[in-house]
């Protein structure tokens, strides 16, 4: 694909937006499926400005009911669902994923919004009972406050819809700081979030804004008094820089940072099924997930046959430009994710591994573009480089003997997002799921780490961060919760039979 028609693609699909085309501004946005120029928007402004105007819009949108809350994400689902073609193919260009998962990037935030109008309706307490007569207790979950998202370019609208459709629901304001690889993507999607706030009379001013620019602007909200929350995705570099600045001042985190996920195939697998799981968990978005299969233990009696399929798969799997029918494996983001890889996969044979793959490729009219081939990479050990996480397609893979040693290799890496297990023996699905077997926040069964669906808490342990994003209970990370007591009698006693005796005066 020529480098003009990119650009004027882009601009077909903001004009089907009923958005202005963004071509003028500091920051240029480059295409990493062929390293040309797609558009350009000018830097924001004053953070400081940009906070105060959301405390203002959280201070009129906390009374207003959460159901009315949840008719603005109504609105924007349905707008979403209009506009699901172009904006998916928006995500494919900007970030270089593969038509289907820019489509499913869109289909995501469809699915959030559906889930937070129906959480309008849900956002329960409790009642409990008191040891003192004639009295009830009861929790309240209460709006929070001003909501700052910080977003990576990997998934360039629907981590933002995580966040910003849960964060309204419960009656918070929204600020969001997109990678500055990917802003193009949060315009499109904040112009239809506006157009749906537009219907709602309720809605104030400032309820969701958009901060484009540099790191230093997370480091300017997470450093802002009146944020209530720091929502961030990235690196766990950039956690550690963020999260103590945040916690200096008590303010909350919710932190979604590096993932080395593993999966386990045991001799009892059904090896089509774990094999079709490795290859989509590990090649997938080119291996730029936080999910990405980036360690495979397999059981050294059927290491041979696995991995000799796998490599197989490898190889012939499309790499090229995912604008096109049949490309699987699209660019990486840009030219240092590439030296990235391949200094990867240096080191790792100079530590005795075998590679198999991890090329480079020449893509026909993407000559800029950073195309690389997944790589199936035999170690000796899990040794320091495998503990690291390098965000490309590179699959190390160790042979094991015993289950618990295998889930020991697993778990002694730093990061604790996804993990799964190929197994038809119940025992050995029961102990990784246990207290005794992974350490992820997400453990699966006969399915990859990858592809989570929203229903779920998603998230990690250590240095994955901890937070949980999206369905189950996750919502409560954006609101605060106080507890009541109500007397309806006409004595006071006090807990824990305390007797406070003052006399008659």
């Given amino acids: 694909m020529s480098r003009p028609s990119l650009s004027l693609e882009l601009a077909g699909i903001f004009a089907g937006l009923g958005l202005p085309v963004p071509v003028a501004g500091g920051l240029v946005v480059h295409s990493p499926i062929d390293g040309s120029v797609i558009g350009a928007c000018a830097p924001a402004g004053d953070v400081a400005a940009a906070v105060g105007r959301a405390r203002a819009a959280f201070l009129r949108w906390r009374e207003v009911p959460a159901p009315r809350r ?168 950039m956690g550690r820089s963020l999260a103590p600045r945040v916690a200096a001042r008590f303010g909350r985190c919710l932190l979604e940072l590096g993932g080395n996920n593993g999966m386990i195939v045991t001799p009892s697998a059904e090896l089509e099924l774990a094999l079709r799981a490795i290859v989509f968990a590990a090649a997938g978005t080119a291996g730029q997930r936080c999910t990405t299969l980036r360690r495979l233990f397999v059981h050294e009696s059927i290491a041979p046959q696995l991995l000799a399929r796998v490599q197989a798969a490898f190889a012939s799997l499309t790499v090229g430009n995912p604008l096109q029918a ?112 992974s350490d992820c926040g997400i453990v699966n069964v006969n399915i990859g780490p990858s592809g989570a669906e929203i229903g779920g808490a998603f998230g990690g342990e250590k240095e994955t961060g901890g937070g949980r994003e999206a369905g189950s209970d996750a919502w409560r990370a954006y609101m605060r919760r106080s507890t009541s007591t109500i007397n309806y009698s006409r004595d006071l006693p006090l807990a824990q039979g305390v007797r406070f005796d003052q006399g008659s005066s």
């Fill in 326 to 437: 049949g490309v699987l494996v699209g660019p990486l983001i840009d030219a240092a994710a590439v030296d990235a890889h391949r200094r990867a996969l240096a080191q790792a044979q100079a530590e005795g591994g075998v590679v198999h793959g991890g090329e480079t490729v020449a893509v026909a009219d993407c000559l800029d573009g950073c195309y690389v081939r997944p790589a199936l990479v035999e170690m000796p050990a899990q040794s320091a480089l495998v503990c690291r996480e390098t965000f490309s397609p590179i699959l190390y893979v160790m042979r094991y003997r015993r289950l618990d040693e295998a889930i020991a290799a697993h778990n002694a890496v730093p990061q604790g997002l996804a993990s799964s297990i190929f197994t038809t023996d119940l025992r050995e699905a029961e102990r990784f799921m246990s207290a005794a077997g």
């Fill in 70 to 237: 949840g008719e603005v994400l109504r609105r924007f689902g349905l707008l979403l669902r209009q506009h699901k073609t172009g904006l998916g193919r928006l995500v494919s260009i900007e970030s270089g994923k593969i038509l289907s998962e820019g489509q499913g990037e869109v289909q995501e935030m469809v699915d959030m919004c559906d889930f937070a109008v129906g959480l309008s309706r849900q956002l329960y307490g409790l009642t409990m009972t008191s040891e003192r007569p004639g009295h009830r207790m009861m929790e309240s979950w209460q709006p929070l406050g001003v909501c700052a998202v910080i977003t990576a370019f990997n998934f360039p609208a629907a981590v933002w819809a995580w966040n910003a459709a849960l964060a309204l629901v419960c009656g918070d304001s929204v600020i969001w700081k997109p990678s500055s690889r990917t802003p193009l993507t949060a315009l499109a999607c904040q112009g239809l979030l506006l157009e749906a706030m537009a219907g709602v009379d309720e809605a104030p001013p400032g309820l969701s804004q958009l901060l484009v620019g540099a790191a230093g602007m997370g480091g300017a909200l997470a450093d802002h008094p009146d944020v209530a929350l720091v929502s961030a995705t990235g690196s766990t570099a």
